[in-house]
């Protein structure tokens, strides 16, 4: 027997220790509910399950993501619902305008309620808003946002649904822009015509009528003033306003003496007729002038420019003809109108679906995730109870070493 160093109870402590300890990870597990509280419970198991949950949060936020698209896209085709009711109403005015049973003062009461109507529309498209971005004025190009990685996005274009966008109005004008003759003009015969209105594709989009016009000359610098379309005239434009040409040709390389014949169109300003030209030939003789070349003249392709304001493919019910024509423009909107929600419904059913897939995903990720990281109770209580007896044995064994060097006491009586 031995009394400087008790195995036994060295033993009986070491154990107990180690008990102790199992079983406070043990607790600290059942109380947390995680079997990973630390790296050093299971290094790879905690790696990978923190990917896990950066997936998983990154899903619940595209989900999120998704669920304001709809919020905007369902701001924008409300507003585009009343549009389409707008629409209509101004399509059943122009209907009743076309009958002739109205006279002028009828006429001119519906074209108010057109023009008031035609405003709103503008209104609706200038201030729909989502979180301050305007939606309907052309310039909303966005992304939503609906993985949890990069560039994982849905993107969404609405075009401009202002009246004049859909061919109501115009928001666009012309200049009444001049060419000067910077000489004098000399005797001779001149003439000077009118092409086809053409866009910059080369397709024409106007017609000047035939038929002689008069133009009036000073008798020093001479001013031709581009004439503008026939009244009546239906102009249906594809872009901007600045992209129409007007192309002036001359007949001569200069002008020599004698007698001038020079012809035109009607003029018009503000979309109206302010003056007409004269049928039948008009000859004009100058004298003692030099001779001007055609450059002189301004024989040249020049660009229109805002300025005076005109109207294409506008909702004019002022007569039968131009009420039957605005049937057909009114026909026109309603269709891109309804063509811009039917693009908006699709984003939004796919959204929905979007939405749908997004939380399947990011349930089952974190059904995985659990599974690495969360504690099985019922398994952890057992070895909880095996490592608090065991805890509790030790520390009873511990005793009983204890108690054995006292033996030596005996032998020493």
Avoid: C, W
């Avoid at 790296?39 to 619940?60: H, N």
């Avoid at 192309?247 to 003029?267: H, W």
Wanted: cysteine-free.
């Amino acid at each position: 027997m031995i009394i400087n160093h008790n195995m036994n109870a060295l033993n009986a402590h070491r154990n107990m220790m180690g008990n102790i300890a199992t079983a406070g990870k043990s607790m600290e597990k059942l109380s947390s509910g995680l079997r990973i509280n630390r790296a050093g419970d299971d290094a790879a198991g905690l790696a990978i399950s923190e990917k896990m949950r950066g997936q998983i949060r990154g899903l619940d936020q595209a989900s999120r993501n998704a669920q304001d698209g709809i919020s905007l896209i369902q701001t924008a085709e409300g507003a585009l619902s009343e549009t389409h009711s707008i629409l209509q109403r101004m399509r059943e005015l122009s209907v009743q305008s076309a009958n002739d049973t109205n006279v002028a003062v009828d006429r001119t009461a519906i074209q108010d309620e057109i023009n008031s109507l035609t405003e709103e529309i503008n209104r609706i498209s200038g201030d729909t808003e989502f979180n301050t971005q305007k939606l309907l004025d052309g310039g909303f190009k966005g992304e939503f946002q609906i993985g949890a990685n990069s560039n994982q996005t849905v993107k969404l274009d609405i075009g401009n649904m202002s009246a004049a966008s859909l061919g109501l109005t115009t928001t666009n004008s012309l200049e009444s822009k001049a060419l000067a003759l910077n000489s004098n003009l000399a005797d001779g015969s001149y003439k000077i015509s009118g092409t086809n209105l053409v866009d910059t594709n080369g397709n024409t989009v106007g017609t000047f009528n035939s038929g002689a016009k008069k133009i009036v000359v000073n008798g020093q610098d001479t001013v031709f003033t581009k004439a503008a379309l026939a009244d009546g005239a239906v102009l249906t434009v594809k872009g901007g306003i600045a992209d129409i040409k007007n192309t002036m040709t001359g007949a001569a390389k200069k002008l020599s003496s004698g007698s001038y014949e020079i012809s035109g169109t009607n003029v018009i300003k503000d979309g109206k007729l302010v003056g007409t030209f004269a049928t039948g030939a008009k000859k004009l003789t100058i004298d003692g002038v030099g001779d001007v070349t055609e450059a002189e003249l301004g024989f040249i392709t020049d660009q229109m420019k805002d300025g005076v304001k005109f109207t294409i493919n506008g909702s004019d019910v002022s007569t039968r003809e131009l009420a039957s024509g605005s049937i057909k423009t009114i026909n026109s909107a309603i269709e891109q109108v309804s063509t811009q929600r039917s693009k908006l419904g699709a984003v939004q059913n796919r959204l929905e679906h979007t939405i749908n897939n997004l939380n399947t995903s990011s349930e089952n990720l974190t059904a995985a995730e659990s599974r690495v990281r969360d504690v099985d109770m019922a398994k952890e209580m057992m070895a909880f109870s095996k490592n608090n007896i065991l805890s509790q044995a030790a520390q009873a064994m511990l005793g009983q070493a204890n108690q054995q060097p006292q033996g030596v006491l005996q032998l020493l009586r």
